[in-house]
Structures are given as C-alpha cells and as structure tokens.
C-alpha cells in the first residue's frame, strides 16, 4: 500500500485540502482529510507539500508527438509519444488517424490495435507492479479514434480530398475489423449521404460517434444526433460557421445544434490559435462545466523545433505555435496541461473545473471504463500540479513516470 498526501486533491470537481490517498494494487483505495485520518502506520508515504493531486488527464484527439505520428510504422513511435503525453499529465488517450488511402488506414488500424492488446496484456501480467517492463510508466492507449474518411469535402481542413468516402455500412465494417473492435471514438459528417445509418450502427457497437469535419445544417445535425452520436469535434474549427446566411442569424447550422443541445458533449482545441479566447469562454458557457472537453489535436510536431513535420500524409510547416499545411490549420502542438491553464484563464473557470475538462469529462463522453476521476475504487491515474497548473509529476496505476 501506498499513501500520498499534497496541499489539495481535487477529485476533480470537489476540492479537499490536505489530503491523504492511500493507493493498493493500483486502484485508490479511500481518499480522505489528514486532520481526521492518519496514514496506516509502517507504509511508504510521499509527500506532494502544496502541491495539487488531480485525475490524470484523458486526451481523445491525438495525432502525434515528440517526433511521431500515432500512422507511423516505426515500432519506437508509440512509446515515444506516450512519455511525452505523461510528462504532460496525460495518463490515456486515444491515438487518432487522420484521412489516407484505405489501406493505409486500414494497416495503421491493425497495427493500433496490436499495441493497445499488447500493453493490455502487459499490463494484466504485471498487475502486481504495474510497470512496464522498461521500468518507463507512460500513457495508455484505450482504443482509437477514427477522424475520415467520412467527413466533408467541404470542411476536410487539410485531410486529403482524394481520399475521403462517403459513409457505407460496409465500409465502416472494414475499419471495424482492422480494428478489432477498437474503434472508440469516430468523427463523421451527419450531412453525408448514408451517414445515419453508419452513425447509429457505430453507437450501437459504443463508440462515441462525434459530429465533425461538417459542413451541416441545423436540421442534419439534429438528425446525427437523433441517429446516436453525442459528441462534437474541434468545435467551431473545420465546422459551417454559426452564421451561414446573410439573413443575420436565422440559418444557425451546426453549431446551432451542438451549442444548445444536451444530450452532446463537445471537444475545443484551446491553444489560442485554433479559437478567439472569447470563443473559448462562449464555447464553455453554452456546454457547462459538464459537457466542456479539452482535447488538443496534437501532431508530431508537438514538444519539437520548429520546421517541417508530417501529419499522416500530410506536410505540415511548423511555427509560432501553428501548423499549418497550403495556409490551413494542421492540428496543434498543443499539450494537455497548457490547454487545462488555457481554459482556466480564456473561460474564467477555476481550477477544478478545467482539469474536469481534461479528465471526467472526457472519460464520460467516451464512454470509457476509466471514469477520469480520484475516488475510492478509481485507477490511482493522477499528477501533481503546481498550484498554478503546471505538472510536476505524473501516476498511472500509482506508478510514476519516467520525467
Ligand atoms: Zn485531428
């Protein structure tokens, strides 16, 4: 057994001051106040001072980092981002595919899901020391997010026009299969011919099926909706604008839909690039501290110099903080602790409520067997942050990663 104390635990959305955790087997085993519990005597005991214990934050948008895109062949690739995305306070994300050649996808498919079975089956071997065998904890892929081939032509952003598909039953079986049933989280275009019934056979199978890459109306949105998908990509960004007619806000499109409709959460990349700060702080009081995501959309070009990178097929110039391909935004290289800090301050909100932004609230939207969340019974998923947000230290199973 374990116990950690701090300044603060925020679970997220309940501060406790002076906290202890006590962490068994890797789980949180009961999380209370040090004024009315003392530690089990003759454990280890680490001791955060006025440091902030959170959930390890949940990113569902993730093309890359550190020199890698999550489509490369390269067996070093995976690794290498996923102790970048720890050292960043990230403890689980969803590699995210962005639109190629069918067989290119399906192959980068395959291989996502011959990692994620292998870091499951490590992870069950050494349950007891929940360690990798490298002695390096890093992020946990927990399935992946498919981003096209079913989205719009005429909001793809940089996704390659020759290689987006309409929607088809057949086809999204395909990807399922390649996948192994590991397809978490898909974005599609509600408009798109066929797009309901691919939309609804994907919720059945429970993934988080997200309107996205859209250039829909009010009404196709709603029908998207109606069909089963409950969430929204990057929004705003490669989206029909809010106001689409000339009629002074009478053709409200998609936005119109995602902004005012509770059953969908819906995802921001909030760098200060992608969205106006006080699109940020619209954006968070339409959706609510609930339905509020973070995600950042990050590329390979994330945590390196600037310059030319790759986002799958796609090259992209790196700098200033943006990427971009033929003038268009390519992805971000944005980090999961800077968007938390970001959200903070563009939405007025306080701490607790961004990181639930970045940890349960992700974790519900998709619908995940981790909940984002420090409780007894939870994965001892968590960092240590600053008190101003920054991480200091990164858990998973109270395992720390490698700095
Ligand atoms: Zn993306």
């Not at 995305?85 to 990230?90: C, E, I, P, T």
């Not at 009010?218 to 705003?236: K, Q, V, Y």
């Not at 796609?314 to 938390?340: P, Y």
Request: glycine share 8%.
């Amino acid at each position: 057994m374990l116990a950690f104390t701090a300044g603060r635990l925020l679970t997220p959305t309940d501060p406790v001051e002076h906290p202890l955790m006590l962490v068994d087997q890797g789980r949180v085993l009961e999380i209370s106040c040090r004024s009315n519990r003392q530690a089990p005597a003759g454990i280890a005991f680490c001791d955060f001072g006025d440091g902030v214990m959170a959930p390890g934050y949940i990113d569902l948008h993730l093309h890359g980092s550190a020199g890698y895109d999550v489509m490369d062949d390269a067996d070093e690739a995976l690794p290498a981002i996923e102790q970048f995305l720890a050292r960043h306070g990230v403890t689980s994300y969803f590699p995210t595919t962005v639109t190629a050649p069918i067989d290119v996808t399906l192959r980068a498919l395959e291989r996502l899901a011959d990692t994620i079975e292998t870091r499951e089956r490590q992870i069950a071997r050494q349950n007891l020391e929940r360690q990798t065998p490298d002695g390096k904890n890093r992020a946990f892929p927990l399935g992946i997010h498919l981003e096209g081939p079913f989205i719009s032509h005429a909001r793809r952003g940089v996704h390659p026009a020759e290689n987006l598909l309409p929607p088809t039953l057949p086809l999204f079986e395909r990807f399922w299969q390649a996948a192994r049933g590991r397809i978490r989280m898909m974005t599609i275009a509600p408009e798109l011919e066929g797009a309901p019934e691919v939309i609804a056979e994907a919720a059945r199978r429970g993934v988080c099926v997200s309107l996205g890459h859209s250039d829909a109306d009010f009404e196709a949105a709603e029908r998207g909706i109606a069909a089963g998908a409950r969430h929204a990509t990057h929004t705003f960004n490669a989206m029909r604008s809010l106001d689409h007619s000339t009629l002074d806000h009478r053709n409200p499109g998609i936005l119109g839909a995602v902004l005012t409709d509770r059953r969908v959460s819906a995802d921001i990349i909030a760098d200060g690039v992608h969205l106006h700060p006080v699109i940020v702080k619209l954006f968070a009081n339409a959706k609510g501290p609930e339905q509020t995501v973070l995600i950042t959309d990050a590329i390979s070009a994330t945590g390196m110099p600037e310059g030319r990178y790759r986002l799958g097929s796609v090259e992209v110039n790196v700098h200033d903080d943006k990427c971009l391909a033929d003038g268009k935004l390519a992805g971000s290289v944005l980090t999961m602790d800077r968007a938390v800090r970001n959200l903070a301050r563009f939405a007025k909100w306080e701490l607790p409520q961004a990181v639930a932004a970045a940890s349960q609230n992700p974790a519900r939207a998709a619908g995940i067997a981790k909940k984002g969340i420090l409780a007894g019974g939870a994965d001892a998923d968590f960092v240590v942050l600053s008190p101003e947000g920054e991480v200091l230290r990164t858990f998973i199973g109270g395992v720390e990663c490698s700095r």
